[in-house]
């Protein structure tokens, strides 16, 4: 009786072996580019990944067995990790944009000052740093293949990805927050795709004494893109920001070089949907804020008065496109949510807790003895006297010193589980963005709401941005700091060129939204917010949307832009609301801020800054002087 003998076919790269998947059958491109950074990385065998189930319980098994992710047996296929506390954020000292020109990566920045719009770095050094870091780096371990889709897989909106990784803690996260599968593969055919390579900088045998089994190289973390070749690589980091290449790097970065080439925006924003219950109207708008705004609260909102129903399309990036009528539509990039925990809770974002009760990961998060996540703002959501283990791994309970949570722990969870996710958040045309909202945290000031006279003096106010946060610097507690666009982190090309994109777009046939600016955050002189926040925003929401809507009684003009007029927005219901604090243009402060823009944008791209966007500033200098 003859055996039958099954060879078991095993595909090679060279020597290394093909641990799964069918590398024969990738795209030409796709194989190429395998190849090449196969022999640069050396991995010991390659792992064509498919972002199913079933890959994902076989990795996390690894993971739980090896200690990196634990599971959280209060819910459902839940799990927590800690990474090395060297590697808990995003690096921006260590973010860069190469390309030739270095005008083409960043503005003209005045002479002596701090470039904070983004960092070129030259070719030729890039090669040195690159070559300091990548040869050999996957040396015994192995390179996982992540085919995955910005956007829902072949919307004429989406843009594809390759992502090599050797974390498979890394995988786990992509299939969240991106689209990971191997229809990737028929759609991309023998398109071009974005090319992102990820290394934890640590080859075996370790050098590197690992914490919290979290392999990482701190001190050669580098997050290199390369638009001309729309390329990533990053290297040293397995903290969310600067390794799940699909967020900040691709859906930005370089999202937005691809944008500015094709006529369209990839931008820092949420996407929601709210429908006015009486008549089924239904608006969307898009929202920039810079961090602890309060971006993800808002984009998933519970209103506090009846009548309004708030749906969530997105909540961090949105990529805006306009059709063939002249109208914009916007997508959702991502897939899932990776929202800051810290002060997350029922009371801040029902929605988003309800998200991430099952299938989601929780980074640097404390962990109750119930098998539950913790961190500060749930001293309400749980027992009083729980033993918690902190994300330092340390014994705590709630009222001792210390915190539980790191300030940047995250949540990573599936943005279909949301409970008011849209019905259209995966819709291949995306969703009609009839108002754009900057924002940002103005204790002085800026009035809680207001709307610009045009799409040059919107787009100027959102270069303008600015929101009070904590420096950087020691003791220096809090500062009013620039984000313009809420984009200074992620830029991916000259800032200035960035604005005369943007004006560029106020063209037939483009309808352009209207752009407003919104302040949550403003202070009565006893130091009290003097608005209630949170759900109450519907009312601002609201007023912003009968305003899109051509409701002309309701604003009246003001220096610096529309105003609402007295008593109408909804105040009903609320406590004793200060309208004319709340509302009052103070004309120093805003002859300050004024001069603070100027001297900002001359400082950090003075050449490059269209002079429609001096015009603007001009103009409100004036209408605020003659006040
Ligand atoms: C949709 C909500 C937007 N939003 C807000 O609108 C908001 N407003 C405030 C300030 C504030 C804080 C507390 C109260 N009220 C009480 C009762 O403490 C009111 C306003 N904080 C806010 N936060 C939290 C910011 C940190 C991420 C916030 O997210
Ligand atoms: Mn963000």
Not at 102 to 114: F, I, L, N, P
Not at 323 to 331: A, P, R, V
Not at 423 to 452: C, M, N, Q, T
Not at 521 to 532: C, D, I, V
């Amino acid at each position: 009786q003859f055996h039958e003998v099954h060879e078991i076919v095993v595909q090679k790269l060279g020597h290394i072996p093909i641990v799964k998947g069918d590398f024969a059958h990738l795209p030409n491109k796709v194989q190429r580019f395998v190849a090449a950074w196969v022999q640069e990385c050396r991995p010991r065998a390659v792992y064509i990944c498919d972002g199913s189930d079933e890959e994902a319980h076989e990795i996390i098994h690894k993971l739980e067995e090896r200690g990196l992710l634990h599971k959280l047996r209060k819910y459902e296929e839940c799990y927590i990790c800690r990474t090395d506390p060297a590697d808990v954020a995003r690096v921006e000292s260590k973010t860069f944009v190469t390309t030739e020109d270095k005008y083409d990566s960043v503005a003209h920045v005045r002479e002596g000052v701090q470039g904070i719009m983004g960092q070129w770095m030259s070719p030729e050094l890039m090669e040195v740093e690159m070559n300091n870091r990548f040869p050999g780096c996957m040396a015994g371990r192995c390179m996982y293949i992540i085919p995955f889709s910005m956007g829902p897989i072949g919307s004429p909106l989406s843009k594809i990805g390759v992502q090599l990784t050797d974390s498979n803690y890394v995988l786990l996260c992509m299939r969240i927050m991106t689209r990971v599968s191997p229809k990737v593969w028929e759609v991309l055919g023998d398109n071009e795709f974005v090319r992102c390579v990820h290394s934890m900088g640590c080859p075996r045998p370790v050098q590197r004494k690992v914490i919290n089994h979290w392999p990482c190289n701190p001190e050669k973390i580098l997050i290199a893109h390369f638009p001309e070749i729309r390329e990533i690589c990053s290297y040293g980091s397995g903290y969310g920001g600067n390794s799940l290449l699909g967020k900040k790097c691709f859906a930005l970065r370089i999202a937005m070089n691809i944008a500015r080439d094709e006529g369209w925006l990839a931008e820092h924003m949420l996407i929601m949907g709210i429908t006015e219950e009486k008549t089924g109207r239904e608006t969307f708008i898009a929202a920039a804020f810079p961090s602890a705004c309060g971006k993800t609260n808002l984009a998933m909102l519970n209103p506090t008065i009846p009548g309004f129903k708030v749906r969530v399309v997105g909540d961090d990036i949105a990529w805006m496109r306009f059709d063939e009528n002249g109208e914009l539509y916007g997508i959702n990039p991502e897939a899932g949510f990776f929202g800051v925990a810290p002060g997350t809770n029922m009371k801040t974002n029902p929605n988003a807790m309800l998200t991430c009760l099952k299938n989601s990961i929780f980074t640097n998060v404390g962990e109750t003895a119930d098998g539950g996540f913790y961190w500060e703002g749930l001293e309400d959501e749980v027992d009083k006297n729980i033993a918690i283990t902190t994300w330092l791994g340390e014994n705590w309970r709630i009222g001792q010193p210390g915190k539980a949570a790191h300030p940047n722990a995250r949540f990573t969870c599936p943005a279909g589980q949301c409970p008011i996710i849209h019905p259209k958040w995966e819709d291949p045309k995306g969703v009609p963005i009839s108002a754009i909202i900057f924002g940002g945290r103005r204790p002085v000031g800026v009035p809680l709401v207001y709307e610009a006279f045009s799409w040059e003096h919107g787009v100027t106010v959102g270069a303008c941005v600015k929101s009070e946060a904590t420096a950087a610097a020691e003791h220096v507690g809090k500062q009013i700091m620039h984000d313009p666009m809420a984009m200074r982190p992620f830029m991916g090309y000259n800032f200035g060129k960035y604005l005369g994109h943007w004006l560029s777009l106020n063209k037939a046939p483009h309808k352009v939204p209207k752009i407003f600016h919104v302040n949550w955050f403003r202070l009565n002189e006893k130091g009290q917010f003097l608005w209630p926040g949170f759900g109450d925003n519907i009312r601002v929401l609201d007023w912003v949307i009968r305003r899109v809507h051509e409701e002309e009684s309701i604003a009246v003009k003001s220096p610096i832009g529309w105003l609402p007029k007295k008593g109408s927005i909804n105040m009903d219901g609320l406590g004793p609301v200060d309208w004319n604090e709340l509302f009052s243009l103070p004309k120093h402060y805003w002859e300050d801020d004024i001069r603070e823009s100027r001297r900002f944008l001359e400082d950090q791209a003075n050449g490059d800054v269209p002079p429609a966007i001096w015009k603007e500033l001009d103009e409100l200098e004036k209408r605020v002087k003659e006040g």
